[in-house]
């Protein structure tokens, strides 16, 4: 299945809110599709779960090192997006001092569903979650894919390197210096 555009669907996130008293100020604030993908170029990427060791120590750190570098390239915000609950995605965030990448908690599968990446990882314990895979994404039209090989469910292994910062990077670099 080849998609053009990202699927429609609403977002549960939790935001700080400093009005609410007590331990705990946040909220919960509905983003949509639209919220993140209209009138931008972005690069979402998307892995198996939120502080897993590949995605900590080597995509999501790279990722935030490398956003002047895509600047240049045109592309205006970095998103990461889980099968993970607003709590899980914010706490990984907190943890990794983001500053740059913004984390997009799918704690229901149902974009990554659309997007046709939806695999079993009940092998891990994990219940359904994202394939690998990163895209570059304009006004919600999905310019170019970057998914792992194998698809599959309950895989044994975990490929990374398509959708690594430097390939995606690699990739508009060539595709700019051919437009010049
Ligand atoms: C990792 O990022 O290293 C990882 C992802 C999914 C399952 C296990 C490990």
Redesign the pocket.
């Known amino acids: 299945m080849t998609l053009n555009k990202v699927p429609d669907v609403t977002f549960r996130t939790r935001v700080r809110d400093e009005s609410i008293d007590g331990p705990n100020p946040f909220r919960w604030e509905d983003k949509t599709s639209a919220d993140y993908f209209a009138g931008k170029r972005v690069v979402l990427f998307s ?3 939120a502080f ?5 120590t080597y995509q999501l750190p790279d990722f935030e090192k490398l956003y002047a570098e895509f600047q240049a390239q045109g592309i205006d915000e970095i998103y990461c997006i889980s099968v993970n609950d607003a709590f899980v995605m914010n706490a990984w965030g907190k943890s990794q001092n983001l500053e740059n990448v913004k984390l997009i908690p799918d704690g229901s599968g149902e974009f990554t569903r659309k997007m046709g990446m939806l695999v079993a ?1 009940d092998n ?1 314990g ?1 219940g359904m979650r994202s394939w690998r895979y990163a895209a570059i994404i304009n006004d919600g039209k999905i310019e170019k894919m970057f998914e792992e090989e194998g698809f599959s469910d309950n895989c044994e292994t ?1 490929p990374y390197g398509q959708s690594s910062p430097q390939n995606i990077l690699d990739h508009l670099k060539s595709a700019q210096s051919q437009a010049a």
């Open positions: 892995l198996p779960g897993t060791p590949t995605c900590s990882k891990l994990f975990d």
